[in-house]
């Protein structure tokens, strides 16, 4: 068979490849390599190698790391090095970048401190809180129990006449610096002022009137932006702020980091009014706050307990009566505007209860948890899914929503004539699944998408305080974009959107008297609607 090109090639390359290494001595080389290592008869070329069986007994010189669980040593016995380890994070600024989220601000911070650089933020923060507010009527409560559709025409070209606010581009408006968890609007009327919290513990307080001079260039050109002030007050999530009507310039904020403080803009100091531990001594959240009086406060925490606190306490004697309502946490909580030993509570075992201060009972709702006494339930509403959020108005209207996809108004509850609950005489762990003391039926249940996922807000419908135009309504954001506005009777008076909103303002709230609207988004986004004309 005749050889092609191709082979002919090939071959005269292996020639010439074997007589390079034969000049090169590469074969010597090699014999006399593997004639060194030759073996001797009958061993062989691997030596098996013996495990050395480990001495268990030996004690090292150099200390060897073991885990604490393996070892059975308890918490307790590490709890000292814990407390070091704060007390070291203590002493650095509370500005420092590695700042641990998992530690919250102790003791009173002066916010000439804070802004040391800054004179110019203080003096105008200072100057912002300065305003009047609209105080309703027990005769405006009473007409605008009996609205019509009258009333109802008219409250919806007024929502449809709402504007976004035209001082600035929304996408410039970052109240806070992360995903926002809380917003509130001030009572004042004669100033817009909207202040917003977010899950690293920072407060972002906007006086819509006021605006900051930037230099864009060596040629003098020169814009504004929003005189947003920022303060890192809590170590974690703010769950809620409030501002006492009573005390319009001291603006109350609650965190998971366990701690109440308040900002007080007449005395320009941030003041640590509550530091809550649970059984264990850790820090425990506080989910919500609500005041009963100018003095006093209830508040609810992450492990489904209820508590009250009153400032003017002496902090050297301060011990918090705490009672159990819930085995899991409560997310939100409302007190009746006619009767504050009352209140509501939406929790993640999936149930709203509707309690009563005045008469406490030394039976436990829980067997698993800490054994603490709990008031009398009056009511109480199984959904399918977790309860987000609660609010009671002052006609009596319960609302709650969560993630069953649901809003369900209860209208004109009053509880003294509710059939008792079931709640009051069992112990049993599965409360919240226990239809039979169940008594609390839905008036309204009205479809809406609930399903905020990871990286947005859970959203909670809210009543609007007191308005102005004695219409009953509450205000929850839509995954779509925008705002949804319902009356007490379940029927839809608003969709406020626009296109410049790119984001789901997922915390939102009424002005408490007037209609305007603002939500929060998970970048940080303010979207602020108000009847401004151009």
């Known amino acids: ?25 590469i074969e010597k080389v090699k014999g006399d390599f593997y004639s060194e290592l030759a073996p001797n008869k009958g061993t062989s ?8 069986k480990r001495n268990q007994d030996k004690i090292s010189d150099i200390p060897v790391r073991r885990s604490r669980r393996i070892a059975g040593v308890k918490l307790q016995d590490s709890q000292n090095d814990l407390n070091l380890s704060i007390e070291n994070a203590k002493k650095r600024d509370w500005g420092d970048s590695d700042f641990s989220d998992n530690l919250r601000l102790e003791g009173d911070l002066k916010l000439n401190d804070v802004f040391g650089n800054e004179p110019d933020t203080v003096e105008r923060l200072s100057k912002s809180f300065h305003g009047k507010d609209h105080p309703r009527t027990a005769l405006e409560r009473e007409a605008g129990k009996n609205f019509g ?35 509130q609007f001030h009572p004042y009327v004669d100033r ?12 972002g307080i906007w006086p819509t009137d006021d605006k900051k001079v930037i230099s864009l260039g ?21 769950s809620r702020l409030q501002v006492n009507p009573e005390e319009p310039k001291k603006i109350y904020s609650a965190s998971y980091d366990g701690s109440v403080r308040c900002l007080n803009l007449g005395k320009l100091l941030s003041e640590n009014i509550m530091s809550f531990n649970s059984a264990n001594g850790t820090a425990e959240g506080i989910t919500d706050i609500n005041f009963v009086s100018p003095n006093v406060y209830y508040f609810t925490t992450l492990s489904g307990l209820f508590g009250q606190h009153d400032l003017r306490t002496p902090e050297s004697t301060k011990d918090f009566k705490v009672l159990r309502c ?30 009563d201060l005045r008469k406490i009972s030394t039976i436990s709702l829980s067997q698993d948890q800490e054994h603490y006494p709990s008031p009398l339930c009056l009511g109480s509403f199984t959904s399918k899914l977790s309860v987000s959020g609660t609010d009671w108005n002052r006609s009596g209207d319960i609302i709650c929503n969560g993630y069953a ?5 209860f209208n004109n509850k009053n509880c003294l004539s509710l059939p008792r609950s079931s709640y009051s005489s069992q112990r049993n762990k599965n409360l919240a699944n226990d239809g039979a003391a169940d008594n609390l039926i839905p008036d309204h249940i009205l ?39 319902y009356c007490s009777n379940g029927i839809q008076v608003g969709n406020i959107r626009h296109a410049l909103m790119n984001t789901v303002p997922a915390v939102s709230c009424f002005h408490p008297t007037q209609n305007w609207l603002v939500g929060g988004s998970a970048s940080g986004k303010c979207y602020l609607f108000d009847n401004e004309r151009e």
């Not at 020169?222 to 703010?238: S, V, W």
């Not at 905020?452 to 995954?479: C, H, Y």
Request: glycine share 6%.
């Open 1 to 25: 068979m005749p050889i092609s090109e191709l082979e002919r090639k090939r071959q005269a390359n292996i020639a010439r490849n074997q007589l390079l290494l034969k000049d090169l001595g």
């Open 45 to 52: 070329l691997l030596k098996k190698v013996k495990k050395e």
């Open 149 to 183: 559709n009258g009333g109802i025409a008219s409250l919806r070209d007024g929502l449809g006449s709402l504007n976004l606010f035209k001082g600035f581009d929304p996408s410039k408006i970052r109240l806070t610096s992360q995903r926002m968890t809380s917003i």
């Open 192 to 203: 817009k002022i909207v202040i917003g919290g977010d899950k690293t513990g920072q407060i």
């Open 218 to 238: 060596e040629e003098y050109y020169e814009d504004y932006e929003p005189a947003i002030t920022h303060l890192k007050l809590h170590g974690k999530n703010i």
């Open 326 to 355: 819930h085995d899991k946490k409560i997310g939100s909580f409302a007190i009746n505007p006619s009767l504050s030993s009352q209140f509501t509570t939406a929790s993640l075992d999936r149930s709203l209860r509707v309690w």
């Open 405 to 409: 996809n649901e809003i369900n108004i």
């Open 447 to 485: 479809k809406h998408n609930c399903q905020t996922g990871r990286w947005v807000s859970i959203l909670k419908a809210k009543w609007q305080t007191n308005p102005s135009d004695s219409i009953e309504k509450f205000i929850i954001a839509n995954m779509n974009r925008s705002f949804d506005i």
